[in-house]
């Protein structure tokens, strides 16, 4: 599919990958007018428009997936899209707009999906298990940039709509209280049993499948649905759960 809508604005977008164009205008008039073709394209997106830009999330996905987020540039993203660099900006900002749109599909579909296990019915620590399990598939699926959102302040997450970032920060604090709300059930009933806040547990809880990003990649020895059982038997052990398997020391 071709980008020739964007062509108006490709004489401003002409920066090397890395400079000044992948961020914002900069005052350029060239910029400023594809910045106002892209403002009216979303104001009535045609399918046409949706399609191609939901190829620009994916291309970016895939490349990130295999040189990380910092190194992947936005004419990376363009050559695996077949497109050029500046038409991108027809359809987004820059790549922080890309990674946006990333990190809130996972973060959502992660909400949405704790919420079904939740309200199912069941013990605690089946339920817990299951989000542990969730939670280390998604950061799988969208390795590595996901863990941006588990190692970065969202406060140095320029360039992201302050809309979008606040849509996410909400995403991930229903997250914390569909935790928080197994564990509290697991410890009304009983089946759990800690002197430690049920806030606390959560938190930790939480802490323990995030910390993942210091050291998980996939395809490794080990897979995420190996650790998910992993952390979740530690996590259940802890907390007296009989869904913990019994934890042996080696070596």
């Known amino acids: 599919m071709t980008d020739s809508s964007a062509a108006d604005g490709r004489a401003g977008n002409q920066a090397q990958d ?129 863990y941006v959102w588990v190692y970065e302040d969202p406060s140095r997450l320029q360039g992201i709509d302050s809309a979008v970032l606040d849509e996410m920060i909400d995403l991930s604090q229903q997250g914390y209280e569909l935790v928080r709300e197994v564990i509290a059930e697991g410890v009304g009933n009983g089946e759990f049993r800690s002197a430690l806040p049920v806030g606390v547990l959560a938190q930790s809880a939480i802490g323990l499948v995030a910390w993942t990003y210091r050291w998980y990649e996939p395809g490794h020895d080990l897979t995420a649905h190996e650790i998910a059982d992993g952390l979740a038997d530690l996590l259940l052990s802890g907390l007296g759960g009989s869904g913990g398997a019994e934890l042996v020391a080696k070596g």
């Open 18 to 146: 890395g400079q000044p164009g992948d961020g914002q205008a900069g005052g350029h008039p060239e910029r400023s007018n594809i910045d106002r073709r892209r403002t009216r394209a979303r104001s009535s997106p045609s399918p046409a428009y949706l399609n191609r830009r939901r190829e620009l999330i994916d291309a970016a996905a895939r490349v990130m997936s295999r040189k990380g987020v910092t190194e992947t540039t936005l004419g990376d993203i363009a050559r695996e899209a077949g497109t050029d660099r500046a038409s991108i900006y027809y359809y987004v900002k820059g790549k922080e707009e890309l990674l946006a749109e990333l990190l809130r599909s996972a973060l959502t579909a992660n909400t949405e999906s704790f919420r079904e296990i939740v309200a199912q019915p069941g013990p605690a620590s089946a339920k817990l298990r299951s989000i542990v399990h969730r939670w280390m598939a998604s950061y799988d699926a969208n390795f590595p940039y996901l």
